[in-house]
């Protein structure tokens, strides 16, 4: 029987979103939609939260770009799919998202038949993976697993301020990243990047307590985080405000 996977489909015009999610549905595949998001940020916090398989994405979008996305989910979520969403003018645009593991390109408006051609060939691709980790997580079955989750969270713990992606796991315990997310998800509770992401952010928030002096963009660097830009907004995101925010009403 033929493994279902889940989608997240991200576009920020509703009428068209609706129309792709419609079309999907209509090819009888196995699909499950997982979510949908109206914008770059909200499909990062999505892709966190739900882990799908395969993201469809467009590629202008306010907040951050379908790129952005795409760049977030090959460091992040190394596994999951990627298919873009173009217009004419932004195509040769989109080509460039070839170094984010990007598995294929649609132009607006999108052909039904163009669509299953797609998904058809990306799930041929998909169902060869999950067999071949099937049968790689069963000759390992011996193993124990929530000792591996375990040894993840010092390594975690040990390692925060350094830049750290799935690769850097997969490399470090030797079992492929889509593997060693679902254990850890599976005895933690929560992927590894939520769990790195709760562990720099709750060191963010004393450094910003308890050292008034530190530049914000020093403590970004502190807690894993060489862009400051970057530190901000994935602060926002966790806890609502900014750093300086966080800061002020603390009373510092």
């Excluded at 998001?37 to 990062?44: F, K, T």
């Excluded at 799919?81 to 170094?99: E, H, W």
């Excluded at 492929?176 to 590894?192: D, N």
Aim: aromatic share 10%; proline share 4%.
């Amino acid at each position: 029987m033929n493994k279902s996977y889940n989608y997240l489909v991200v576009e920020d015009e509703s009428l068209i979103r609706r129309n792709l999610i419609k079309k999907i549905a209509s090819l009888h595949l196995p699909l499950n939609l997982a979510g949908e998001a109206s914008n770059g940020m909200e499909a990062i916090l999505l892709a966190d939260k739900l882990c799908p398989e395969l993201v469809i994405t467009d590629i202008r979008m306010p907040q951050c770009d379908g790129l952005e996305v795409a760049a977030y989910l090959q460091k992040n979520h190394p596994d999951v799919k990627i298919i873009i969403i173009s217009g004419f003018d932004d195509f040769s645009y989109a080509q460039s998202a070839i170094r984010y593991g990007v598995k294929d390109y649609l132009l607006k408006p999108i052909k039904l038949e163009t669509l299953s051609e797609s998904l058809h060939k990306l799930l041929i691709t998909m169902q060869k993976e999950s067999e071949s980790l099937e049968a790689y997580t069963t000759d390992s079955s011996s193993l124990d697993r929530e000792s591996i989750c375990k040894l993840m969270e010092t390594y975690l713990q040990e390692n925060y301020r350094s830049d750290i992606s799935f690769q850097t796991l997969s490399e470090r315990f030797g079992f492929t990243p889509e593997y060693l997310s679902k254990i850890f998800k599976k005895h933690a509770g929560e992927t590894p990047s939520k769990y790195l992401t709760r562990l720099r952010m709750n060191e963010a928030k004393h450094l910003l307590l308890g050292n008034p002096e530190l530049e914000i963009q020093k403590i970004g660097e502190l807690v894993g985080y060489k862009d400051a830009f970057y530190f901000s907004r994935a602060f926002k995101s966790y806890t609502g405000i900014q750093p300086s925010e966080f800061r002020n009403n603390s009373g510092i």
